[in-house]
């Protein structure tokens, strides 16, 4: 009878040891493993992308603008990605180069974009010639597989791009609101989120794309097909910013609107009697 007891408590005490340390082991883990909100704190942030940012995503520009002028915040930008398929290196592996960085596309095999200038005009095909330091050079415009223009000069370098991608290198857009899509070339993207272009009008009289300086000279431009105004914006540093409307009259952009911010304050001008006159004045912090 005792033997018995005694073989009963030997087990129970094992039991418990064993339970016991199970417990240890799960509390000294739950102590190592991160919760889901010390998970997300320790996370790398991804970056914003810089492309194409709209007004009120640059601090102070889009409602304090659109206060002023009552009209800034209804923008509806027109412009449309165009559809583009990266083409594979048909080089000889010998031949290949070694300039595709770690987590980088390789477009060394060139690019081609699709799209049309209205319904009822053929397919114009953009063939991004791809060069051996893994970048997109000159630009072949092709229709119905003949080449009919190029364009020189223009370049893609995916570093400049980032963090945006290639999907957002060719958009269309009426860029002069005749009616028929113009093509808007991304360049780069600085770090405050400024973005260059080049645009290319379509010339329906020639069947071609002609080169536009002034639309090429503004910073991430939106435009509006129904109000025939592009809007554009600037993000210089912490504090300093701004952002143009222009409307396009009897053939000629015209700066309709202007807002500036930075350390004096905030000012707004409006087109008045042909000139752009102050409207709105705030004094900064500093002042």
């Not at 319904?119 to 003949?146: C, S, Y």
């Not at 009897?250 to 500036?260: A, L, T």
């Amino acid at each position: 009878m005792k033997s018995s007891i005694r073989k009963r408590l030997v087990a129970l005490t094992i039991c418990a040891v064993a339970v016991l340390a199970t417990i240890g082991i799960w509390l000294h883990q739950r102590q190592q493993i991160p919760t889901l909100t010390q998970t997300m704190a320790m996370a790398p942030q991804q970056p914003t992308v810089p492309v194409r940012p709209t007004h009120t995503d640059v601090p102070g520009i889009g409602d304090a603008a659109g206060q002023a002028t009552g009209s800034d915040n209804e923008f509806d930008d027109s412009s449309k990605p165009v559809g583009c398929n990266v083409l594979a290196d048909q080089t000889p592996d010998s031949n290949k180069a070694s300039d595709v960085t770690e987590g980088n596309q390789d477009i060394k095999g060139g690019m081609n974009c699709q799209f049309r200038v209205s319904d009822n005009t053929p397919v114009f095909t953009l063939h991004f010639l791809g060069r051996p330091d893994n970048t997109l050079g000159d630009i072949e415009v092709l229709q119905a597989g003949k080449v009919i223009q190029t364009f020189t000069g223009h370049a893609v370098d995916l570093g400049m791009l980032y963090p945006a991608g290639l999907d957002v290198e060719v958009r269309a857009v009426d860029a002069n609101f005749d009616g028929y899509q113009d093509l808007e070339l991304l360049n780069d993207c600085g770090a405050t989120g400024n973005c260059d272009y080049d645009f290319y009008l379509y010339d329906r009289s020639e069947n071609k794309f002609v080169f536009n300086k002034f639309l090429s000279g503004l910073g991430t431009p939106e435009f509006d097909a129904a109000k025939k105004q592009i809007k554009t914006s600037w993000n210089m540093a912490a504090g300093i910013w701004g952002s143009s409307t222009f409307e396009f009259r009897n053939g000629e952009y015209v700066e309709i609107r202007r807002y500036d911010s930075d350390e004096s304050g905030d000012k707004t001008y409006e087109l008045k009697d042909g000139k752009l006159v102050l409207v709105q004045s705030e004094k900064g912090d500093s002042q």
